[in-house]
């Protein structure tokens, strides 16, 4: 039990990072779905523009988190916005 609130806390730690810099960069849902790889029809992108206060637990892996994640952040950076906590 304790792996599985582990891996949601992390998730979820992604997915506000994400939401954070996407928000920060003008970043749309369309904008993130173009920055994915072999992204599957039952994968919903998160929408930037929706407040969400936890990571879709289902229908958007941790995978597709970490590569947004591992894009928006250098973007961020370069556009002198400041780091996610």
């Given amino acids: 039990m304790a792996l599985i609130i582990y891996y949601l806390r ?7 990072e994400v939401m ?18 072999n992204l599957k029809q039952s994968q919903v992108v998160p929408d930037p523009s929706k407040w969400a206060i936890i990571a879709p637990i289902f ?3 941790l995978q597709g988190l970490d590569i947004l994640n591992s894009k928006l952040a250098p973007m961020a950076k370069e556009k002198g916005i400041q780091p996610f906590r």
């Fill in 10 to 16: 992390f998730k979820n730690l992604v997915f506000q």
């Fill in 20 to 37: 954070y810099y996407s928000k920060a960069l003008g970043l749309t849902q369309t904008d993130l779905a173009k920055m994915l790889p």
């Fill in 59 to 61: 229908n958007f892996p």
